[in-house]
């Protein structure tokens, strides 16, 4: 019987055995009692497992809920570091939509955005960015969204007078959208240039005394046969065979010293050229010449020049790696060795048609430690202040900006050789925009002829007006004084104009006489003693006009004025 039975049975009926006739029912009530101890005691079982578990669940959550105010403390950190990150970063950034619509940007304080981002955020990027920029990065765009590989893309921007140049990357994040990157590094290629610039300077100004040396071997017959000729016309015992000796020696002079201005004009331009086929031989010849004196005091010079394409290049950036190569074979070679050593300078075409150029010396060669990066800038093998230590990295520079590429090996059994390959021009060979030389043929001697000479150098005007004797000719020593004589009507046939004059130049003046009275304008000659600027150059290529390069003779001039007279009479 159950105890808990047992004990109630005795305190109500106050027996301790249970009467016969109630057994069974007394069994039946003591196994219940059995079974809801069972229960009870199943069920506290269950309670305390139970209890356990949600414990358990209970220490699990507090662990995630401070695991994840952890993380979400950290994810602010870190908000807050790429915020401040992005606030230092000059670039602009932006995140596009699949669609094409403007997510997400962070602007520098200047901005291609023309607006607040919270104006701008879900608007078309061809509605946000300016149209130029937006032509340069739709191309990008779409080449990562079909390849999914990382793009780059060049975008220049013109705000008012001023332009600015941007790198832009792209890559394509994991939720499908586009993130570019746009860096402004115009002040970068600035400073590029300006390097480049100064390395060339300094190329030049390395052969400056070698340049001297050149120019002053013709100018002192040059005036010596003057003064000469000077003292014999004082004297008035002029021979006339031993003045036309004198005369043509000065003349040979004057033409040497037309030469090497003119190779130096092609390494000293500091502006930028339109790029144009370009014959590298001519190129190479001129930078030869530039460091002639050079050469001959420390090697024997040989040429191997084989047939090779016209490449395209700015002639004087070509010109300024050809002169970085030519003066640092010269500088590996000692003074006063010249019969010992040599420097050679190959051509050849390639099995893929590329034109390469080798400039071979027998110095030193490149040191071993030194071999793999011979250009970076400012590693050298030359001595303290001797060059800039830039020239082969700017070399490398302009080679790879041609689509070429250049590189140096040792030459045996002592030297080095600088090697560079180009591919062929695609660029239609530019026509000179002027023709210097008349056609050999008879011209008319132009007796009579109304001309103008507009120059601001007295001295020019003088030696023009005087080999133009036989023609009616009148000065302007200005272009504002030029203006005023077209305009009078006084019916000029041939109009030789300075280019480059102060405060109104010679293109200030065709441009106004061109808008008044066309058919005057088509009888200008440019007179030009180097178009130094862009705008000179771009000008000299747009107009139809001829163009004399100083210095000219008078041969050269005469027939000009002729033939151009007739032209515009025809």
Not at 185 to 207: C, K, P, Q, Y
Not at 227 to 234: A, G
Not at 417 to 432: A, H, M, T
Not at 476 to 497: F, K, M, P, T, W
């Amino acid at each position: 019987m159950h105890r808990l039975l047992h004990r109630q049975l005795r305190r109500t009926l106050e027996v301790t055995e249970p009467l016969p006739e109630l057994q069974a029912l007394l069994d039946a009530v003591s196994h219940a009692y059995q079974q809801a101890d069972d229960d009870r005691r199943l069920l506290e079982r269950s309670l305390e497992l139970t209890s356990q578990e949600l414990l358990e669940r209970n220490r699990e959550l507090r662990a995630d809920v401070e695991a994840r105010i952890a993380a979400e403390q950290a994810l602010r950190v870190r908000e807050a570091q790429t915020r401040a990150i992005l606030e230092a970063l000059p670039d602009l950034m932006l995140v596009i939509s699949p669609g094409g619509e403007l997510r997400e940007a962070h602007a520098p304080e200047r901005s291609l955005l023309p607006e607040p981002l919270e104006a701008l955020r879900g608007r078309p990027l061809a509605e946000v960015l300016p149209d130029e920029v937006h032509r340069a990065l739709a191309p990008a765009i779409e080449a990562l969204v079909h390849s999914r590989r990382p793009q780059r893309c060049e975008v220049t921007w013109t705000s008012g007078k001023e332009g600015r140049r941007y790198e832009a990357r792209l890559t394509v994040s994991a939720t499908g959208d586009v993130v570019a990157l746009l860096r402004d590094h115009t002040e970068r290629l600035h400073m590029a240039e300006r390097l480049r610039v100064a390395d060339r300077m300094a190329s030049v100004g390395t052969l400056a005394a070698g340049v001297a040396h050149e120019l002053n071997n013709p100018l002192a017959y040059v005036l010596g046969n003057l003064e000469l000729l000077r003292q014999q016309l004082r004297a008035t015992r002029v021979e006339p065979t031993q003045l036309l000796v004198l005369v043509e020696e000065a003349f040979d002079g004057a033409r040497r010293m037309r030469e090497i201005t003119k190779d130096l004009r092609t390494f000293s331009q500091p502006h930028v050229e339109a790029v144009e086929s370009v014959d590298p031989r001519r190129v190479l010849d001129s930078a030869i010449k530039m460091a002639g004196t050079e050469i001959r005091h420390r090697a024997e010079l040989r040429r191997e020049y084989g047939e090779i394409p016209l490449v395209a290049a700015e002639a004087s950036k070509l010109g300024q790696v050809f002169l970085n190569l030519v003066v640092n074979a010269v500088q590996a070679l000692p003074v006063g060795e010249a019969t010992r050593n040599e420097i050679v300078v190959r051509t050849q075409t390639d099995a893929e048609g590329f034109a390469v150029i080798e400039v071979c010396d027998t110095g030193p060669g490149i040191p071993m430690h030194l071999a793999s990066r011979i250009f970076e800038p400012f590693v050298t093998t030359k001595p303290r202040n001797v060059g800039t230590g830039l020239g082969l990295s700017i070399c490398h520079n302009i080679v790879t900006s041609l689509g070429g590429h250049i590189s140096a090996r040792p030459r045996e059994p002592r030297g080095s050789i600088f090697r560079v390959r180009l591919p062929p021009s695609e660029v239609p060979v530019r026509s000179e925009p002027a023709v210097v030389e008349a056609p050999p043929a008879e011209v008319p001697s132009g007796a009579g002829q109304r001309v103008l000479i507009i120059d601001d150098d007295p001295l020019v005007a003088s030696a023009l007006r005087r080999l133009l004797a036989n023609r009616d000719v009148e000065v302007a020593q200005s272009g504002r004084r030029g203006i005023e004589l077209l305009r009078s009507g006084e019916g000029y046939e041939v109009v030789l104009c300075d280019l480059m004059m102060p405060e109104v130049s010679g293109m200030d003046v065709y441009e106004t006489v061109r808008q008044e009275d066309p058919a005057l304008a088509r009888r200008f000659i440019f007179m030009t003693g180097g178009a130094f600027t862009s705008r000179a150059r771009a000008f000299l290529e747009s107009v139809p006009n001829p163009t004399l390069e100083k210095p000219f003779d008078g041969k050269t001039l005469r027939r000009m004025v002729a033939h151009h007279a007739s032209s515009c009479d025809g």
